[in-house]
C-alpha cells in the first residue's frame, strides 16, 4: 500500500526554522516528485514546491523562495521540507504529496497525501 | 502568480446537480489540460476527485465530472448527496512550472 507517513506536530518560535520529514512507503523513492502543499488554519490550499528525490532538483513557488529548503535522504528514503524565519502566518498544516497513479510529475494532481503536520509559530 | 478564482459557497439539494466554477488565465487553466479538483471533508485530508480536467481516480463516484472552456474548468456532482458536503479545491499548473490552487468553495447539502 503506498503511503506517506510525516513527522509530528510541532509548536516553534517566531524567527525559528522548523523540519518537517515524510516517509514513503509502497513505491519506490526516487521515481516520484515530492511535494508540498500547506493550509492554514480554515483557509485553502497553498503549494509551496517539489523536490525530485532521484536528482535533488528543486522548484519552489515564489512566496517562499529564501526561506523554504526542500532536501531528501535516499539512505532511509525520506524526504524533508525546512521553513526558516517562521512568523505567525506560517501557523499551518503542512502536507507531502506525490502523483502516483495520475499523469505527469508536477502538474498538480496529488493522488497520495500524507496525514499532514501541524506547525504553530507562537511566542 | 494569483491563486485560483472559485466561488466561495454554494449550495443544494440532495438529488440535484450542481456546478462549481475555477477561473484562472491564459497562462494557467486556459494553457494546460492540467486541471485538478480534490474534496475536502472537516479535518481530513484533501481526496483527488478529478484530475487533467475530466479524469477520475480509480475508485471515485462517476457522479464526478469536470470540463473545461476557456480559462474556467468547471466540476460536476450529479444526484447530490448529503456525503458530498465538503471544500472542493481546483488547482492548475501554470506557464511558471509550478502548481496554482483556487481558494476553495463550501458546499452545503441544503
Known amino acids: 500500500q503506498v503511503q506517506l507517513v510525516q513527522s509530528g506536530a510541532e509548536v516553534m518560535q517566531p524567527g525559528a526554522s522548523v523540519r518537517v520529514s515524510c516517509e514513503p512507503s509502497g513505491y519506490t523513492f526516487t521515481g516520484y516528485y515530492m511535494h508540498w502543499v500547506r493550509q492554514a488554519p480554515g483557509q485553502g490550499l497553498e503549494w509551496m514546491g517539489w523536490i525530485n528525490p532521484d536528482s535533488g532538483g528543486t522548484n519552489y513557488v515564489q512566496k517562499f523562495q529564501g526561506r523554504v529548503t526542500m532536501t531528501r535522504d535516499t539512505s532511509i528514503s525520506t524526504a524533508y521540507m525546512e521553513l526558516s524565519s517562521l512568523r505567525s502566518d506560517d501557523t499551518a498544516d503542512y502536507y507531502c504529496?506525490?502523483?502516483?497513479?495520475?499523469?505527469?510529475?508536477?502538474?498538480?494532481?496529488?493522488?497520495?497525501w500524507g496525514q499532514g503536520t501541524m506547525v504553530t509559530v507562537s511566542s | 502568480q494569483s491563486a485560483l478564482t472559485q466561488p466561495a459557497s454554494v449550495s443544494g439539494s440532495p438529488g440535484q446537480s450542481i456546478t462549481f466554477s475555477c477561473t484562472g488565465t491564459s497562462t494557467d487553466v486556459g494553457a494546460y489540460n492540467h486541471v485538478s479538483w480534490y474534496q475536502q471533508h472537516p479535518g481530513k485530508v484533501p481526496k483527488l476527485i478529478i484530475y487533467d480536467v475530466k479524469n477520475r481516480p480509480s475508485g471515485v463516484s462517476n457522479r464526478f465530472s469536470g470540463s473545461k472552456s476557456g480559462n474556467t474548468a468547471s466540476l460536476t456532482i450529479s444526484w447530490l448527496q448529503a456525503e458530498d458536503e465538503a471544500a472542493y479545491y481546483c488547482?492548475?499548473?501554470?506557464?511558471?512550472?509550478?502548481?496554482?490552487f483556487g481558494g476553495g468553495t463550501r458546499l452545503t447539502v441544503l
Open positions: 504529496a506525490i502523483q502516483y497513479d495520475t499523469s505527469g510529475y508536477y502538474t498538480g494532481a496529488f493522488d497520495i
Open positions: 488547482s492548475s499548473f501554470s506557464s511558471t512550472s509550478t502548481v496554482l
